[in-house]
């Protein structure tokens, strides 16, 4: 139980630590990867 308790916080980190580097990449300027695709998204939000 302990080990599946873990592996789910490690994965929720993975995805925490991911969103970040994506938002903060994007918040930069710098293309990474999938930034084409995330664009047009924050240029919608952001008037």
Do not use: E, N, Q, Y
């Amino acid at each position: 139980m302990k080990v599946v308790c873990s592996f789910s916080l490690l994965v929720r980190a993975a995805l925490w630590l991911a969103g970040v580097a994506l938002v903060s990449g994007l918040a930069l300027g710098h293309p990474g990867g999938p930034a084409p695709v995330a664009p047009p998204v924050s240029a919608g939000t952001a008037p």
